[in-house]
């Protein structure tokens, strides 16, 4: 049988990929997302339109077959040590393959020679992909709203969470507002070879998102502010591989420092909506906390 589909979604399992496979079935437009032999697929099989090919960024014969027929991609990984690695093999494999646009997903502030090792790697792909030639799309989003939900456990139990990122705005977003973005990207014209910020519609501080929890949960939330060592000692705890807790550290210094406070109109500008604000997030969510 041959596919119609010509979009293939990287990372369709993780946090964005997943509202992301959900808008694009809801918009009736079919796709192909690679998965690793075993991933959670679940969500995916329910979507009429939905194929899963099987494949691993590390394995370069997989890709190949997996873009096989592909115009556009979408490419996101988690920020793990080999995530350049895997998004370059990504990217050799689409210019070999004739991909036609390809659309990542990369961070605000992206730079190569940032203090922050998420924002250099994101940049080194960017650049790869660039001078590859291929039409692209580059979403930077800010600090993700969900990202919260990993402090579910202390905030339902403890009502508090903590980091060390001071008194500092950040213009932080809905997951479900990225998706919409890299959606409209995929399936609409004219993005091709674009640079777009993505962030919520407004800067607020770690007090601030505390207090709009305290009222929308009905019960006092507090923001504990820690020093850098102890925040990378908990997340350690937590089970974060070295590389990336010290990555997620120089994350918070760059926040912290207020260097991601500024506020896009880039996802009203492309999906015709305002991005939800913390408010909405904290309403739709409240049930996890
Ligand atoms: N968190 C934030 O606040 C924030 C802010 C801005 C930008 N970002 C960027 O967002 C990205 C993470 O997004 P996310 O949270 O949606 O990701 P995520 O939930 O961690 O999901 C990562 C996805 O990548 C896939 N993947 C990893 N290695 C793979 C491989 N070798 N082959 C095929 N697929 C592979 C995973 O598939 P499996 O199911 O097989 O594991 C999964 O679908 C990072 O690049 C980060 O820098 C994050």
Redesign the pocket.
């Known amino acids: 049988m041959t596919s119609k589909a010509s979009i293939l979604i990287?990372?369709?399992?993780?946090?964005?990929?997943t509202q992301l496979t959900a808008y694009l079935a809801e918009k009736n437009v079919s796709f192909k997302a690679?998965?690793?032999e075993g991933?959670?697929q679940t969500s995916l099989i329910q979507y009429k339109g939905a194929e899963i090919v099987h494949g691993?960024?590390?394995n370069m014969n997989s890709l190949k077959k997996a873009l096989e027929g592909i115009k556009k991609v979408f490419l996101?990984?988690?920020?793990s040590e080999q995530?350049e690695f895997?998004q370059l093999n990504l990217v050799k494999a689409a210019k070999e393959e004739g991909v036609e646009h390809l659309v990542k997903?990369s961070?605000?502030a992206a730079d190569p020679v940032s203090p922050v090792r998420?924002l250099r790697y994101?940049a080194v792909v960017e650049q790869k992909i660039a001078a590859s030639g291929i039409p692209y799309t580059f979403l930077r989003?800010?600090?993700?709203m969900q990202?919260l939900l990993g402090f579910r456990k202390l905030i339902s139990e403890q009502g508090l969470f903590f980091a060390p990122i001071g008194n500092a705005r950040i213009s932080l977003i809905d997951i479900r507002d990225i998706a919409r973005v890299a959606g409209e990207v995929l399936t609409g014209k004219g993005h091709e070879n674009r640079i777009y910020d993505l962030t919520g519609p407004e800067a607020i501080t770690h007090e601030e998102i505390a207090a709009c929890f305290s009222e929308e949960l009905g019960r006092p939330i507090r923001f504990i502010n820690v020093g850098p060592d102890e925040m990378y000692q908990e997340l350690i705890r937590f089970g974060f591989p070295q590389w990336q807790a010290a990555g997620l550290i120089e994350d918070y210094a760059h926040y912290a420092r207020g260097e991601a406070a500024g506020v896009s109109a880039a996802v009203k500008t492309i999906t015709g909506r305002s991005p939800r604000n913390f408010r909405t997030f904290a309403q739709d969510y409240a049930s996890f906390f």
């Open positions: 990287v990372g369709a399992t993780g946090a964005v990929g690679l998965t690793r991933a959670k691993d960024l590390a996101l990984t988690d920020s995530a895997l997903l961070q605000f998420f994101h989003p800010n600090l993700y990202g």
